[in-house]
């Protein structure tokens, strides 16, 4: 009995160490029939190439990070060409411009929220892909839209950023910022990335959206850009930005030991999902699906995660998920931004043109 007891004992030491091995993520992956193909197929391919912007999952670094953990993952041994882009919009109009002509797309797998998305869409430059049958386990039914065109990859809020020391009061909606403390003493974001969903119908809607944003670019005493002009913010050049994209750019200035927080405004709460897709023409179609199979992966959400703060509310031990929960148990009412709802609301495209001049003007 003492026996078998070690015997037990020596087994699981050995299974433990096996999966905490290099490559031991794919043993504890679900190898489904469709998923052993696809890494039979990449395999034979060897190479990816990937474009996105350097604040998209650690841009250059992440990539090196990327290629050596899916490789690990899978056993494969794929090589990751990657090309930093200026933005993700001039990234869907090159797909639609690729896909057009019938040549191959720049880059084999796209991420981009649904504002970038919508073109590309209602072009058909994305294939339709069964995820569910390549990571069943963790790729859930509501995780994939437009067909299997879209897989989401991550979620996140647009915020109010403040500099602890400089903000002359701490903001709980965007009609705070237009007190009379904050008189030129904050930016507001140049692309309005966010406002034009409060456009939307049954949200604010158009014209108290417009209104707004006017006598917010009055009160405000410039214009900066989502992402790493949070860094104008951080020394106090500013004491807020009104609205910065992402608020996992905060938290990692917070990291560094800078005297920023952001709150999320109560008058205009939303969750923007950023998707994974695979153009049409990628030049290597199944390198590219197992990268996205990999960032679904709790190794993949890690680093997602670790690289520009954002991940999946719905997989175990999403970080996003435990703050989205906390806020909807204290009240907040999201407006849930999935690609579903952009195509639904065919008016908050229409409006944002005018939101950005009316900014830029003033």
Same mark, same amino acid.
């Given at each position: 009995?003492?026996?078998?007891?070690?015997?037990?004992?020596?087994?699981?030491?050995?299974?433990?160490?096996?999966?905490?091995?290099?490559?031991?993520?794919?043993?504890?992956?679900?190898?489904?029939?469709?998923?052993?193909?696809?890494?039979?197929?990449?395999?034979?391919?060897?190479?990816?190439?990937?474009?996105?912007?350097?604040?998209?999952?650690?841009?250059?670094?992440?990539?090196?990070?990327?290629?050596?953990?899916?490789?690990?993952?899978?056993?494969?041994?794929?090589?990751?060409?990657?090309?930093?882009?200026?933005?993700?919009?001039?990234?869907?109009?090159?797909?639609?411009?690729?896909?057009?002509?019938?040549?191959?797309?720049?880059?084999?797998?796209?991420?981009?929220?649904?504002?970038?998305?919508?073109?590309?869409?209602?072009?058909?430059?994305?294939?339709?892909?069964?995820?569910?049958?390549?990571?069943?386990?963790?790729?859930?039914?509501?995780?994939?839209?437009?067909?299997?065109?879209?897989?989401?990859?991550?979620?996140?809020?647009?915020?109010?950023?403040?500099?602890?020391?400089?903000?002359?009061?701490?903001?709980?909606?965007?009609?705070?910022?237009?007190?009379?403390?904050?008189?030129?003493?904050?930016?507001?974001?140049?692309?309005?990335?966010?406002?034009?969903?409060?456009?939307?119908?049954?949200?604010?809607?158009?014209?108290?959206?417009?209104?707004?944003?006017?006598?917010?670019?009055?009160?405000?005493?410039?214009?900066?850009?989502? *992402? $790493?002009? /949070?860094?104008? &913010?951080? !020394? @106090?050049?500013? %004491?807020? +930005?009104?609205?910065?994209?992402?608020?996992?750019?905060?938290?990692?200035?917070?990291?560094? *030991? $800078?005297? /920023?927080?952001? &709150?999320? !405004? @109560?008058?205009? %709460?939303? +969750?923007?999902?950023?998707?994974?897709?695979?153009?049409?023409?990628?030049?290597?179609?199944?390198? $590219?699906?197992?990268?996205? &199979?990999?960032?679904?992966?709790?190794?993949?959400?890690?680093?997602?995660?670790?690289?520009?703060?954002?991940?999946?509310?719905?997989?175990?031990?999403?970080?996003?998920?435990?703050?989205?929960?906390?806020?909807?148990?204290?009240?907040?009412?999201?407006?849930?931004?999935?690609?579903?709802?952009?195509?639904?609301?065919?008016?908050?495209?229409?409006?944002?043109?005018?939101?950005?001049?009316?900014?830029?003007?003033?």
């Amino acid at each position: 009995m003492k026996r078998r007891s070690n015997l037990i004992v020596c087994f699981i030491f050995v299974l433990l160490a096996l999966l905490a091995a290099p490559g031991g993520e794919v043993r504890a992956l679900e190898l489904t029939p469709a998923l052993k193909a696809v890494i039979e197929a990449a395999k034979t391919e060897g190479s990816l190439n990937l474009s996105y912007p350097q604040s998209v999952v650690g841009g250059t670094s992440g990539v090196r990070q990327i290629e050596t953990q899916m490789n690990a993952t899978f056993g494969t041994n794929i090589r990751i060409n990657f090309a930093p882009a200026q933005s993700l919009e001039r990234q869907a109009q090159q797909l639609i411009l690729e896909h057009s002509a019938g040549q191959k797309a720049h880059t084999d797998a796209y991420i981009a929220r649904p504002s970038s998305l919508m073109q590309p869409v209602e072009r058909s430059v994305f294939a339709e892909i069964d995820w569910h049958a390549l990571l069943p386990d963790r790729i859930r039914p509501q995780f994939v839209e437009s067909q299997g065109r879209l897989l989401r990859l991550g979620v996140t809020f647009p915020v109010i950023v403040y500099n602890t020391q400089r903000a002359p009061m701490v903001p709980k909606t965007l009609e705070d910022m237009l007190r009379p403390e904050w008189k030129g003493k904050f930016a507001a974001q140049v692309v309005a990335a966010g406002f034009e969903i409060l456009a939307a119908d049954g949200v604010w809607g158009r014209e108290k959206t417009l209104g707004f944003v006017r006598r917010l670019s009055e009160q405000a005493g410039g214009l900066i850009r989502c *992402g $790493a002009e /949070v860094e104008r &913010v951080a !020394p @106090g050049e500013y %004491a807020a +930005l009104a609205m910065d994209c992402i608020a996992g750019n905060t938290i990692s200035w917070q990291e560094r *030991g $800078a005297p /920023v927080d952001y &709150v999320i !405004p @109560g008058d205009a %709460a939303e +969750l923007h999902y950023y998707y994974l897709t695979i153009p049409k023409t990628a030049s290597y179609p199944n390198a $590219a699906k197992l990268f996205a &199979v990999f960032m679904l992966t709790e190794p993949g959400q890690k680093l997602n995660w670790d690289t520009w703060k954002i991940d999946l509310d719905g997989l175990p031990g999403s970080k996003m998920e435990t703050q989205i929960l906390k806020l909807k148990s204290q009240g907040t009412m999201f407006t849930e931004v999935t690609m579903d709802w952009w195509l639904k609301h065919p008016e908050v495209p229409e409006v944002l043109p005018q939101l950005i001049k009316i900014l830029a003007k003033n």
